[in-house]
């Protein structure tokens, strides 16, 4: 009986063909939304990174300007966009490897871990932003903060605009989650 | 040979003895840190939306008051909180069946893609919370919004303490999903 359950162990590691493509098309799809994902968060970070806009008006002593240094929320999302995009396009690698070797599964939790630490970072870092660029746009009557938005329009459009990309990368980021988590049951 | 094979896939549904004792071993991992999250979550929530403050002196017009409606992003805090509370204590049913019977997978991928979405909505509403009491708390000279903790001290204190159950929690479903992903592999 002993004997059995090892020869069992090592056949099952062995998986049936059907199984095998199944997972192989699942390994592909990672590796299409990770690109997707990693394309998402670049943009992002560009659109934020690059957004200045000057007032067409100057004081003396002031020149109106906004960049998204002044807020650190941005900076923030700057920085997390980047980190994101740069650890998705290393998981490329392994992403690609688990197509040709799609019964991998010590590889497969590994991505799992860090595609869930990276969703927390990247969700962190979008929805801050998106608190701040809301505030920006309404203001808030109870704290008495003004719209800012009211004068930095086509700064405040291009910074809404820079949240979508990352908040299309945490719900592929999600899917991937799954994707993977699918296929780690699948083996 | 394809007798072996399919005889192979019966005996490997059947785990061995070790790795069900692992696998026993995270299931219960799993029962208390979601136990933990749900705790961390409700004292947030409760912390949250139990705030108000109201100063010493009134003008003829105005009282000042301040609680967490003021601010849309600390009432998307509380209700958040509120969902992610209430569905780790109804997954906490499926946790428990998962100690019993801990060689069930499909129950355990049902639960990475909700817990998956769950850290998702608690990431964003605590960060977006954190956002804004960071301008609470220091303001912004780019934009001018004045840090309205210098006058409500005491409602400050408390809505950057709620958030720390919240920051807790999110950490704890985090681990949950790895050792969720672990015990799927395990099987």
């Given at each position: 009986m002993k004997g059995t359950t090892v020869e069992a162990g090592e056949v099952s590691k062995q998986s049936t063909p059907g199984s095998r493509g199944v997972n192989k098309v699942l390994s592909l799809m990672d590796f299409i939304m990770r690109i997707i994902a990693a394309l998402g968060t670049l943009a992002s970070s560009i659109a934020m990174g690059t957004t200045r806009q000057t007032l067409p008006f100057v004081t003396r002593f002031v020149r109106f300007k906004a960049v998204y240094k002044d807020l650190p929320t941005f900076t923030f999302f700057v920085i997390a966009n980047s980190i994101v995009c740069g650890y998705l396009v290393i998981s490329l690698c392994l992403s690609f490897f688990h197509i040709i070797?799609?019964?991998?599964v010590r590889s497969r939790i590994f991505l799992v871990i860090f595609d869930t630490v990276m969703m927390a970072l990247l969700t962190a870092a979008a929805s801050a932003a998106a608190a701040i660029v809301a505030v920006a746009h309404n203001g808030s009557t109870g704290a008495n903060w003004f719209p800012i938005c009211q004068q930095y329009r086509s700064f405040c459009e291009r910074i809404s605009g820079s949240l979508i990309g990352s908040f299309i990368s945490i719900i592929v980021l999600v899917l991937i989650i799954i994707v993977t988590s699918v296929a780690i049951s699948r083996r």
């Open positions: 070797k799609s019964a991998a």
